[in-house]
């Protein structure tokens, strides 16, 4: 495969990728201060459909584009931003695993509170709090891949 092709692929994964996670933080967020029950229930099985569809599949294309990438542009690994790159987008998929949990158990939660003609529950909310709280780093990791990509800094040392 050759290198624009496959810098192509990489462009759209990660398109897909921040897309979909803007897209179904917005949507879920705004189904959760709603604070009706059918409105999350419907939002959250959808968010979860787009995690396994888009999420899932551009969380495996993008290290292996990537690496392919360095690989046939001759980026030497050592490069401070690169290296960056890897750890910021360790950092997003470790906070990412646990949300795919979490919007599966809220799917869950307003989905009884839906059946039971109840509001949300106190769990509902705990989950949430956490999914806010994975999610607001995993959003600043990905604004900092995006900026080594296309800056690529010389200059960029690990904190000490």
Do not use: E, N
Not at 12 to 32: K, P
Not at 107 to 125: E, N
Not at 130 to 140: D, E, I, R, T
């Amino acid at each position: 495969m050759d290198y624009l092709t496959l810098k192509y692929l990489h462009i759209v994964a990660s398109t897909l990728l921040f897309g979909t996670g803007i897209g179904s933080a917005f949507y879920l967020l705004l189904a959760t201060l709603s604070r009706d029950a059918r409105v999350v229930s419907a939002v959250a099985a959808y968010v979860v459909a787009a995690d396994w569809l888009f999420t899932a599949t551009t969380v495996v294309i993008q290290p292996l584009t990537g690496y392919w990438l360095v690989s046939k542009a001759g980026f030497p690994w050592t490069a401070s931003w690169l290296q960056w790159s890897v750890g910021l987008y360790v950092l997003a998929v470790a906070c990412w695993l646990p949300v795919v949990w979490i919007q599966m158990r809220l799917r869950t939660f307003s989905k009884a509170a839906v059946q039971a003609g109840s509001p949300l529950p106190p769990v509902y909310w705990r989950h949430f709090y956490a999914w806010v709280a994975l999610g607001v780093p995993a959003f600043f990791a990905f604004l900092g891949i995006f900026y080594l990509m296309v800056a690529k800094p010389v200059a960029l040392s690990w904190p000490v």
